[in-house]
């Protein structure tokens, strides 16, 4: 239904625009003809603007709910096993980064350098400096 939805859309919005623009006209000449002040029915909208409006909504909104995926889950586990059944299923091809995170969606967040520990390694360092020292 992908097909339809983009059309679908632009015609609404193509509605829409005329319907907005015969309501920008039609309150035009109400406000520069003589009325007759006793008649507040005279500056009120026609029918067939606010019906041309809702079915151009309505089309809009069509269009845009047939052009979306489908949902996602919404349970973690249902999400994160879907992940790594997909993640097991592909070969990695593009590098290490890849391969860090098959199995757990996390593990490429955790693999990164903002969550390395800096004192556990100024450690290490210090006590590769003082191996060399002796």
């Not at 009325?35 to 029915?41: F, T």
């Not at 019906?51 to 994160?80: D, N, R, Y």
Request: one cysteine or more; aromatic letters at 8%; hydrophobic letters at 45%.
């Amino acid at each position: 239904m992908a097909w339809l939805s983009r059309p679908l859309t632009l015609v609404g919005l193509v509605i829409l625009a005329h319907g907005c623009y015969s309501a920008y006209e039609h309150t035009l000449l109400a406000s520069t003809s003589v009325q007759h002040p006793a008649s507040p029915s005279a500056a009120a909208l026609p029918l067939d603007i606010y019906i041309e409006t809702i079915v151009a909504t309505f089309m809009i909104l069509l269009g845009l709910v047939l052009g979306t995926g489908a949902p996602e889950p919404i349970q973690w586990h249902t999400w994160a096993g879907k992940i790594e059944r997909e993640a097991n299923g592909k070969s990695s091809l593009t590098g290490h980064a890849d391969k860090e995170a098959l199995g757990n969606p996390y593990n490429a967040l955790e693999a990164r350098s903002g969550f390395i520990n800096i004192h556990k390694l100024h450690g290490d360092f210090v006590k590769y400096t003082q191996q060399l020292g002796k």
